[in-house]
């Protein structure tokens, strides 16, 4: 069993209960919109993290993170990027990677609105964790944890504080 923290667009901020909500996980997750450097180092000082950039990142986080991250967890495939679009409304580059690598588990960011939606055409699941950060238009800062078990994908936890 693998531990998830999944979050998103934190532009810049980690909100204080991040690392308290995700101490449990084995890995985070961090699907774009990272903000700086400084956001990097303490979850990766915190935990092994795996991440995209955003649109917003550019300079050093475009050369040590990808726009897209292909993996595998236990026995489910995963396909991340932070422009995504969701079930429907794919992003034409979202639609190319889950046609190349028919993932189980879609990720995305970007939008600031957090979303758990079942795929049945492309037969995935799709989770947008929402927003992080206190950056953007969102009212609540929201991140999501779940577990990745052998071929299944259980326990999703969602985060919700309002922003100030």
Not at 74 to 100: T, V
Request: include cysteine; glycine fraction near 10%; proline fraction near 4%.
């Amino acid at each position: 069993m693998t531990r998830i923290g999944l979050l998103s667009d934190t532009h810049g901020f980690l909100h204080p209960r991040v690392f308290d909500f995700m101490k449990s996980c084995d890995e985070i997750w961090h699907a774009g919109d990272i903000g700086n450097m400084e956001v990097v180092e303490k979850l990766e000082a915190f935990k092994p993290l795996r991440a995209v950039y955003g649109n917003i990142d550019g300079g050093i986080l475009r050369t040590i993170f990808n726009e897209t991250a292909l993996f595998t967890v236990e026995q489910i495939k995963i396909a991340m990027i932070h422009i995504g679009g969701y079930p429907g409304r794919y992003s034409s580059n979202a639609k190319k990677l889950i046609k190349q690598f028919h993932p189980d588990l879609f990720i995305s960011g970007h939008s600031h609105i957090l979303k758990v939606m079942s795929d049945s055409d492309n037969n995935l699941l799709h989770i947008n964790p929402g927003a992080a950060g206190k950056s953007g238009f969102h009212r609540f800062i929201t991140m999501v944890r779940f577990t990745i078990n052998g071929n299944k994908i259980d326990n999703l936890e969602i985060f919700e504080s309002p922003r100030k």
